[in-house]
């Protein structure tokens, strides 16, 4: 069983930087595809960001694309999402998500979730 616990969530006005911190635990391995996802209310959760923790390689939406950064620090079985240019529309419970399989994709199509942590954008 892998064990997935966000935090860094918060409240922070337009234009700001938040960074979400995913701390993973479990065995026999942790899974190298980690995802980001959110959901806001009334909507269907969705793709932020991806990323394979063995090879380095990223995926994005387009509506994060440039100002959302996906990394993971392996020694620690962390993945972050720095968020800058945060706008209203960004608000939403983030989640993060491990797969399995080797390949990052963009549905929900994971298999370990963590509960989430809220992120709020004011105006």
């Known amino acids: 069983q892998v064990h997935l616990v966000e935090s860094g969530g918060g409240l922070v006005q337009t234009g700001g930087s938040l960074r979400l911190t995913c701390a993973a635990s479990?065995?026999?391995?942790?899974?190298?595809?980690m995802g980001w996802f959110r959901q806001a209310p009334g909507k269907e959760r969705e793709f932020v960001a991806g990323?394979?923790?063995?090879?380095?390689?990223?995926l994005y939406s387009d509506s994060v694309k440039g100002r959302f950064t996906v990394s993971s620090d392996n020694s620690k079985s962390a993945v972050y999402l720095q968020m800058n240019s945060l706008e209203p529309e960004d608000a939403a419970v983030y989640y993060c998500?491990?797969?399995?399989?080797?390949?990052?994709?963009?549905?929900?199509?994971?298999?370990?979730w963590g509960q989430g942590t809220q992120v709020t954008v004011s105006s």
């Open positions: 998500a491990a797969r399995k399989r080797p390949f990052i994709v963009s549905s929900v199509d994971y298999d370990y």
């Open positions: 990323i394979n923790r063995s090879s380095g390689n990223t």
């Open positions: 479990g065995l026999p391995a942790i899974p190298n595809v």
